[in-house]
């Protein structure tokens, strides 16, 4: 079973083996300019959004695994009709699922987390000098999360082509699932794997400068982008009043829409001046730079555990359903 199961999966693994050469090319390159430089303080600002757009490419990587991998893993053999020899050989069905599974799991753990930490390495300066490796898109191609990714993906596109028996099919939804997951966790779960702190800030008119955004769609009293230092703000509450009450949205908008004229310079000028002078405040609760590699590990554990679930659901519908 190993042998055909390798036999099978020579093909993605030589393309794989070959796209992970080149990416670790760069990024040993990438690593030593970086290193090159002789002023850190202009990290950020020659390779802060190179390592944005490295954070949502490498991002894709499980999505791509369980599309390409892990997807036409079982389902291109149950549209071939291929199982049915392997079981009238004697192989018991669970066996020839988890064989699969694990070959397939620990390459796609391999490969990610040789780019996380080839990535981890080549960005280690600049996230020193910026402290956002905690930020939401850096967080998940950094440490340890991304083994747990790839593992998810792939038993995810494995169990999906299980059910669907079409490989295409498989393969968009598969695709389209480990993005929707990647934009939930982080957004929904990771800022509660730890009791958040919270902190008040007093917006003055060089407080809301410090913002980059101000207002919502709607027109409402927020602010947003707020930042501490050697920190991952997590959440921030509207603009609020000396006695915690949230700004009317008339006085914003009095604001937002007729400051007085004063020649007040800075991201929102006249703006700020007006709003300082309200004496509001807002609520920050964040996550310390600290706790990075806490959540990795809680990250990691929970990726792990939703593919053994996955895995599981695949064990009992082979050996019940699939003919």
Known sequence: ??????????????????????????????????????????????????????????????????????????????????????????????RWLVVKLMLLGFASMAVAGALSALLTWAAAPVDQVTGDRFSTILFGVRGVAPIGYAAFGCTLGAVTGLLVRRTLPAMAIVFLAVIAVQFIVPNLLRPHFMPAERVTVQMTADAINQARMLGSITGGPVVGGLEIPGAWVTHTTSLLTADGRQLSDAAFA????????????????????????????????YQPDRRFWPFQWAELALYLGASALLAAVGLWRVQRRVS
């Not at 389902?75 to 009238?88: D, K, Y």
């Not at 004229?261 to 300082?276: H, M, P, Q, S």
């Open 254 to 285: 009095e604001c937002f829409d007729n400051a007085p004229r004063t020649g007040a310079d800075g991201t929102f000028g006249d703006i700020a001046v007006c709003l300082g002078k309200l004496d509001l405040h807002v609520d920050l609760a």
């Open 1 to 94: 079973m190993i042998r055909m199961t390798l036999r099978q999966f020579r093909v993605q693994a030589l393309v794989g083996a070959i796209l992970l050469l080149l990416a670790a090319v760069y990024l040993l390159r990438l690593g030593g300019d970086i290193r090159a430089v002789g002023d850190a303080s202009q990290l950020p600002n020659r390779y802060g959004q190179t390592m944005l757009f490295l954070a949502a490419g490498f991002g894709l990587v499980p999505a791509f695994i369980g599309a390409f991998w892990g997807a036409p893993l079982i389902a291109r053999e149950l549209e071939a009709g291929t199982h049915r020899l392997v079981w009238n050989q004697s192989v018991p069905r669970r």
